[in-house]
């Protein structure tokens, strides 16, 4: 976070520093307000030229506040590029039938008993598979309100499995726009940052999970209609050539390129040509159907609207509003950064932090505030990282504890801000507004909750050489370290041999 000053250089004023939020804040409220119904893109661009002017009044070049953003950039073009090949493998498992037999088999499953448990699981498994609680969100999202509604279930109920099940499903998996800008924005590996979730979302989600069963057991339900159902698994089946259970194959390839941690590029790239594999043998798609469908997603008119709205996805071209949004928020986070107004605001709370509980607070609670005041999660995963990365590795902690804190704070959050852009969406997809929904997202209350309790008691810290403690802390158990820069990581192993000389960490096996 902090820049060399040089000479005539100055640290901006509050409300300098405060400028740039206040102008996107002010846009995205007026936006929300006013319903102009514009994409977020050109507010955190004039944001960003704000940042420009204040940088420029505090005597910061211009050509500087330009190689701050290009150099955040710079950081995550690897995650930029997993994304346009996300994009690729969503239009192939669309082709292919995989997502849709998905859809066509958990649909089966359904009674008013098990409905919320099985909606907030099948829900995960499927934002699992696609890396994007956002197609949950439109594709089941939708089935299941609409399903739930003819059981008599409270429709913010059905939200917020739907959400608890997507979010979950989105932050696990090694395809999610969001899980790799956490990591990459932290410098940390994909899946160091996934296996450092489980010690706080998974538990969350186990909760959830039990509190979804005993609403489903306990509540009243009214009378089931299958015929939503059976029209949308009529559908479904009626547009392939093949529908059959080993059309779910190719998520296992995902489970698979997850257990053997292989780097987020090859892996996508594998899983893609999986699709176009099952889409050629068992759709009886051409070679030049396989690059269309890798490029512009799949297309299909059913008759049903709803299995249209499930199968039309898909394809690179998909991917151009997530990235070119990554790539304007990106650049104005290291601008906001280098014209020095991060640590002009928090700079203080930054030299307080004397644990690594203080440390996770700061992150979160920093996540937090982003979202709350610049509408959108890509924010709240960039700038913490920019912010504490250094602190980090002074305490001799783990890149992917800061990445951790990030998402338990920043994507689970999100969604639960009404003027957020990722609470609008979910908000217009569902039907339903997000202070509705926002009392039944268990996961998402539960994740930033749990991850601070076990932080304050010990539990779930990471450090550089990449031992650790348990959930409830004790024992300090032996670990492989998580990826990092090289340097950095030679300085945080320094701390820690030096925090546990002094007696400030324990040693391993203590």
Same mark, same amino acid.
């Given at each position: 976070?902090?820049? *060399?000053?040089?000479?005539?250089?100055?640290?901006?004023?509050? =409300?300098?520093?405060?400028?740039?939020?206040?102008?996107?804040?002010?846009?995205m409220?007026?936006?929300f307000?006013?319903?102009?119904?514009?994409?977020?893109?050109?507010?955190?661009?004039?944001?960003?030229? *704000?940042?420009?002017?204040?940088?420029?009044?505090?005597?910061?070049?211009?050509?500087?506040?330009?190689?701050?953003?290009?150099?955040?950039?710079?950081?995550?073009?690897?995650?930029?590029?997993? $994304?346009?090949?996300?994009?690729?493998?969503?239009?192939? =498992?669309?082709?292919?039938?995989?997502?849709?037999?998905?859809?066509?088999?958990?649909?089966?499953?359904?009674?008013?008993?098990?409905?919320?448990?099985?909606?907030?699981?099948?829900?995960?498994?499927?934002?699992?598979?696609?890396?994007?609680?956002?197609?949950?969100?439109?594709?089941?999202?939708?089935?299941?309100?609409?399903?739930?509604? *003819?059981?008599?279930?409270?429709?913010?109920?059905?939200?917020?499995?739907? $959400?608890? @099940?997507?979010c979950?499903?989105?932050?696990?998996?090694? $395809?999610?726009?969001?899980?790799?800008?956490?990591?990459?924005?932290?410098?940390?590996?994909?899946?160091?940052?996934?296996?450092?979730?489980?010690? *706080?979302? =998974?538990?969350?989600?186990?909760?959830?999970?039990? !509190?979804?069963?005993?609403?489903?057991?306990?509540?009243?339900?009214?009378?089931?209609?299958?015929?939503?159902v059976?029209?949308?698994?009529?559908? !479904?089946?009626?547009?392939?050539?093949?529908?059959?259970? %080993?059309? +779910?194959?190719?998520?296992? %390839?995902?489970?698979?390129?997850?257990?053997?941690?292989?780097?987020?590029?090859?892996?996508?790239?594998?899983?893609?040509?999986? @699709?176009?594999?099952?889409?050629?043998?068992?759709?009886?798609?051409s070679?030049?159907?396989?690059?269309?469908?890798?490029?512009y997603?799949? /297309?299909?008119?059913?008759?049903?609207?709803?299995a249209?709205? &499930?199968?039309?996805?898909?394809?690179?071209?998909?991917?151009?509003?997530t990235?070119?949004?990554?790539?304007?928020? !990106?650049?104005?986070?290291?601008?906001? /950064?280098r014209?020095?107004?991060?640590?002009?605001?928090?700079?203080?709370?930054?030299?307080?932090?004397?644990?690594?509980?203080?440390?996770?607070?700061?992150v979160?609670?920093?996540?937090?505030?982003?979202?709350?005041?610049?509408?959108?999660?890509?924010?709240?995963?960039?700038?913490?990282?920019?912010?504490?990365?250094?602190?980090?590795?002074?305490?001799?902690?783990?890149?992917?504890?800061?990445?951790?804190?990030?998402?338990?704070? @920043?994507?689970?959050?999100?969604? $639960?801000?009404?003027?957020?852009?990722?609470?609008?969406? #979910?908000? /217009?997809?569902?039907?339903?507004?997000?202070?509705?929904? +926002?009392?039944?997202c268990?996961?998402?209350?539960?994740?930033?909750? !749990?991850?601070?309790?076990?932080?304050?008691w010990?539990?779930?810290?990471?450090?550089?050489?990449?031992?650790r403690?348990?959930?409830?802390?004790?024992?300090?158990?032996?670990?492989?370290?998580?990826?990092?820069?090289?340097?950095? #990581?030679?300085?945080? &192993?320094k701390?820690l041999?030096?925090?546990?000389?002094?007696?400030?960490?324990?040693?391993?096996?203590?």
């Open positions: 976070m902090t820049e *060399t000053k040089k000479t005539g250089e100055r640290l901006p004023n509050v =409300f300098e520093a405060f400028l740039p939020v206040l102008v996107l804040l002010g846009l409220l007026a936006n307000l006013f319903e102009w119904g514009n994409d977020p893109h050109i507010y955190v661009l004039l944001a960003a030229i *704000t940042c420009c002017v204040v940088g420029k009044l505090c005597n910061v070049p211009l050509s500087e506040m330009m190689a701050a953003g290009f150099a955040s950039i710079s950081q995550i073009l690897e995650a930029l590029f997993i $994304l346009l090949f996300v994009g690729c493998l969503v239009g192939s =498992f669309e082709w292919a039938g995989v997502i849709p037999a998905i859809v066509y088999y958990g649909l089966q499953i359904f009674t008013p008993a098990v409905f919320l448990p099985a909606v907030v699981v099948l829900c995960a498994i499927v934002g699992l598979s696609l890396g994007s609680s956002y197609t949950v969100s439109a594709t089941l999202g939708i089935a299941f309100m609409s399903i739930g509604a *003819t059981m008599g279930i409270n429709p913010a109920m059905i939200a917020g499995a739907v $959400l608890s @099940g997507a979950t499903g989105d932050k696990f998996s090694p $395809l999610s726009d969001s899980t790799n800008l956490a990591a990459a924005a932290s410098q940390t590996g994909l899946f160091d940052h996934v296996k450092a979730m489980i010690g *706080t979302t =998974f538990p969350a989600f186990l909760i959830a999970f039990v !509190i979804y069963c005993v609403m489903s057991l306990t509540g009243k339900a009214g009378t089931y209609d299958p015929e939503l059976d029209g949308l698994s009529n559908a !479904i089946k009626d547009n392939f050539a093949y529908m059959s259970p %080993v059309l +779910l194959l190719p998520v296992a %390839v995902i489970i698979l390129v997850a257990i053997l941690q292989m780097p987020g590029i090859p892996g996508v790239l594998l899983a893609s040509l999986t @699709g176009c594999i099952f889409a050629v043998i068992f759709q009886g798609a070679f030049a159907e396989c690059i269309a469908m890798v490029h997603g799949y /297309s299909a008119e059913t008759g049903n609207e709803l249209d709205t &499930l199968l039309n996805r898909g394809g690179m071209d998909s991917m151009l509003w990235i070119n949004m990554a790539l304007i928020a !990106i650049g104005f986070g290291g601008m906001y /950064s014209c020095g107004a991060v640590e002009r605001l928090l700079g203080g709370m930054i030299k307080k932090i004397r644990t690594p509980f203080h440390l996770m607070a700061a979160i609670v920093t996540a937090m505030f982003c979202i709350l005041t610049m509408c959108d999660q890509y924010l709240g995963l960039i700038i913490p990282p920019a912010m504490y990365k250094e602190k980090i590795d002074d305490m001799g902690l783990s890149r992917n504890v800061l990445s951790r804190c990030t998402e338990d704070g @920043g994507t689970l959050f999100s969604a $639960l801000v009404p003027w957020s852009s990722c609470g609008v969406y #979910h908000s /217009s997809m569902l039907g339903v507004s997000t202070m509705a929904y +926002l009392p039944y268990f996961t998402n209350i539960l994740n930033p909750i !749990i991850s601070l309790a076990t932080a304050a010990g539990g779930n810290i990471i450090f550089a050489d990449g031992s403690t348990g959930f409830f802390g004790g024992k300090v158990k032996a670990g492989k370290p998580a990826g990092a820069p090289a340097e950095e #990581h030679e300085h945080a &192993l701390r041999a030096e925090l546990r000389a002094d007696g400030t960490y324990k040693e391993i096996g203590k």
